[in-house]
């Protein structure tokens, strides 16, 4: 068979294969009904921050003079026009829930790219030329995981100055070691296997035997490790908006509902209630979808 033919055989039979691998990853994921839930409503979440603008009822800022503090709707005194009721300077709850999803996905995206784009090249550093490279490499991320993450959060907004696009960096920052331990791993556990060694034989170069050869066979791992990441950055970001360090008021960011909302929790229950449940159901799906993740790509786990 002539080289051209077997170039366009694999071409042609490479898409069947690709089905193939789909088919078996949602044969594993979905046996885990709490990960297809948490996919669907992970879903749920991306289509309404998609669309917040044609979802919600009002503008996230928007403020009802005639209507502080209303309740929900189906509480004595609520109204339709406010379902889930409205805030102490009148603004609809469900509106700025709905705009705020935007921002907790934004979030979420933002941390994940940057701490993997990261975090992946200082651990193919770090597994490739070992020596002093990986120590200091190593040490500098001991040292950022010998603080609490929230706490090295806070400092580090502190000195950066509160702000959303400031809480990203810290999150981002904090969760580095993750992704440069677990890349370091991977790539020590492949470099002994035989094709790497077949790929310095006949010459690859180092770039490309770091980025296209070996990591694209440490993915599963890190996959995992970036779903499970999503939700602490939606979830740290909560909390440094709730202390006043992360988005700034009137910003719809779920935290920083929270926070505005203290001085109401006694008096007005769904001013606090509702953004809560808004990040615990988030949170909760997010890592149900990572357990998911980690029952399809992890071969350990699979039966044969």
């Not at 556990?189 to 006949?202: I, N, P, Q, S, W």
């Not at 296209?212 to 440094?240: E, H, K, R, W, Y």
Request: hydrophobic share 55%.
């Amino acid at each position: 068979m002539s080289e051209t033919a077997i170039l366009s055989h694999e071409t042609d039979t490479r898409p069947v294969g690709r089905m193939a691998l789909l088919a078996e990853f949602w044969a594993y994921f979905s046996e885990n009904r709490g990960a297809v839930y948490g996919l669907f409503f992970f879903i749920a979440i991306v289509l309404i921050a998609v669309f917040a603008e044609f979802l919600a009822p009002h503008q996230p800022n928007e403020q009802f003079r005639e209507a502080f503090l209303q309740p929900p709707f189906w509480q004595e005194g609520g109204s339709l026009r406010f379902p889930l009721g409205t805030d102490a300077v009148g603004r609809d709850v469900l509106s700025r829930l709905i705009h705020g999803a935007r921002y907790s996905l934004f979030i979420g995206c933002i941390v994940v790219s940057v701490s993997l784009m990261v975090g992946v090249f200082l651990g193919l550093c770090a597994g490739f030329f070992r020596g002093k490279v990986d120590t200091v490499i190593m040490r500098i991320m001991d040292i950022v995981l010998a603080f609490p993450s929230l706490l090295l959060a806070l400092v580090l907004v502190a000195v950066l100055g509160p702000s959303l696009i400031n809480a990203m960096i810290a999150i981002a920052i904090v969760q580095q070691p993750h992704y440069v331990r677990l890349t370091r791993a991977a790539v020590m556990g492949e470099m002994t296997k035989d094709y790497v060694t077949a790929a310095r034989v006949v010459g690859v170069r180092m770039l490309r035997l770091m980025f296209v050869t070996v990591l694209p066979n440490c993915m599963g791992p890190l996959i995992v490790q970036a779903a499970l990441s999503f939700s602490s950055a939606v979830l740290d970001a909560a909390a440094l908006g709730f202390l006043g360090m992360g988005a700034q008021p009137p910003t719809p960011e779920w935290g920083t509902m929270l926070a505005e909302a203290r001085e109401f929790i006694l008096r007005a229950w769904w001013v606090v209630t509702f953004p809560g449940l808004a990040i615990l159901s988030t949170v909760l799906a997010i890592n149900l979808m990572g357990d998911g993740l980690r029952d399809a790509l992890d071969p350990k786990l699979k039966r044969s």
